[in-house]
């Protein structure tokens, strides 16, 4: 089946950095890759997907890149808050969408203020 | 707009009991999903429902089900409890096209904490 390797799975950045995190994937029939951020005692919440036809996708602060030949995908935030510190986790599917997402295994971030 | 909706919140069984956890998805949406949640092993999925069927199912013993009601509501249940079990169990929704097609994203509730003793 598949699998999804994250890492770091910690992370420590000052406050107005970058922080980026990686993830690669086994499956190449893979077309689904979201990224999701919990905060403490919160279930997982969506921060931005991005699907195989596409190579970037960014929403303000954030933005996810994927590369298929290389089976990686990655996260990057950029001028960081304290706001951002929390868990992120990477997922894949083959599905439709999201239909049996296998995740990653966690980066905590930490923003340094 | 209310979330998804999870009880119990947190509860405490001891080893061969069985538990029953509950999901109420976002209005309108079909598609239930469950996951469970531990250090060790992180997020893993369980199974998913869509309009009263199972489509998926994760590697999890017979000991795990669960089932869909005609208003979405799902439960799943864990019986004959080992220690291995304490984890959180999330829940999540999507909202589904038609013939189930995925057309949004998928919105997790805040879980159950499961602790067995």
């Known amino acids: 089946g598949e699998n999804v390797e994250q890492h770091p799975s910690t992370l420590s950045v000052q406050e107005g950095d970058s922080a980026v995190i990686k993830c690669t994937y086994s499956?190449?029939?893979?077309?689904?890759f979201p990224w999701y951020k919990q905060e403490l005692g919160k279930g997982p919440q969506l921060i931005i997907d991005?699907?195989?036809?596409?190579g970037e996708k960014k929403d303000q602060r954030i933005a996810v890149t994927l590369n298929k030949t290389a089976k990686h995908f990655s996260l990057h935030i950029t001028e960081t808050q304290p706001e951002d510190s929390a868990v992120y986790f990477c997922a894949a599917s083959k599905g439709f969408g999201n239909e049996k997402l296998t995740f990653g295994t966690g980066t905590r971030l930490t923003i340094i203020p | 707009k209310a979330g998804v909706t999870q009880t119990p919140r947190y509860l405490i069984k001891t080893r061969g009991q069985q538990v029953t956890l509950s999901c109420s998805p976002i209005?309108?949406?079909?598609?239930v999903s469950w996951y469970q949640q531990t250090p060790g092993q992180g997020l893993q999925f369980l199974f998913e429902?869509?309009?009263?069927?199972?489509?998926n199912k994760g590697n999890f013993p017979g000991r795990f089900s669960g089932r869909q009601f005609s208003n979405s509501r799902s439960e799943m249940n864990v019986s004959t409890l080992e220690l291995g079990d304490s984890a959180l169990y999330l829940c999540?929704?999507?909202?589904?096209?038609?013939?189930?097609?995925?057309?949004?994203?998928?919105?997790f509730g805040e879980g159950s904490r499961l602790t067995v003793l």
């Open positions: 991005i699907r195989s036809n596409v």
């Open positions: 209005s309108g949406h079909r598609s």
């Open positions: 429902y869509f309009s009263e069927t199972q489509r």
């Open positions: 999540a929704s999507s909202l589904n096209g038609v013939s189930g097609r995925f057309i949004g994203e998928l919105f």
């Open positions: 499956d190449s029939a893979s077309n689904y």
